[in-house]
Nanobody, 121 residues
Framework: VQLQASGGGLVQAGGSLRLSCQAS????????MGWFRQGPGKEREFVAG??????NRNYADSVKGRFTISRDMANLYLQMTNLKPEDTAVYYC?????????????????WGQGTQVTVSS
């Protein structure tokens, strides 16, 4: 499975961006998917996850109420609003090993190359 993330860019604080992730195989439509991010000098952290049919979603506390994860078959999206400078990071999409929504990196089998999001103050 290959994942192609896009939609990153430079935005001012309070602005919005929509990230997209296209999976190369429809097999991904049977698996949970998620977004992680890695900021400068920080470890990779969970942002949002969704199960195979979109009925179960979870968010990191830092993005609750501002970010929305969604999916369309094997494609994954992250709508980000009210962006803050601390959201600056490389954002990665990933496909989980199972159908469930999971929050830990080790539960994900495939990773995209990342897309840079920079939020200026």
């Amino acid at each position: 499975v290959q994942l192609q993330a896009s939609g990153g860019g430079l935005v001012q604080a309070g602005g919005s961006l929509r990230l997209s992730c296209q999976a190369s195989r429809r097999t991904s439509s049977n698996n949970g998917m998620g977004w992680f991010r890695q900021g400068p000098g920080k470890e990779r952290e969970f942002v949002a996850g969704i199960n195979w049919n979109g009925s179960n979603r979870n968010y990191a506390d830092s993005v609750k109420g501002r970010f929305t994860i969604s999916r369309d078959m094997a494609n994954l999206y992250l709508q980000m609003t009210n962006l803050k400078p601390e959201d600056t990071a490389v954002y990665y999409c990933a496909v989980a090993r199972r159908a469930f929504m999971v929050t830990t990196a080790r539960e994900y089998a495939y990773w995209g190359q990342g897309t840079q999001v920079t939020v200026s103050s």
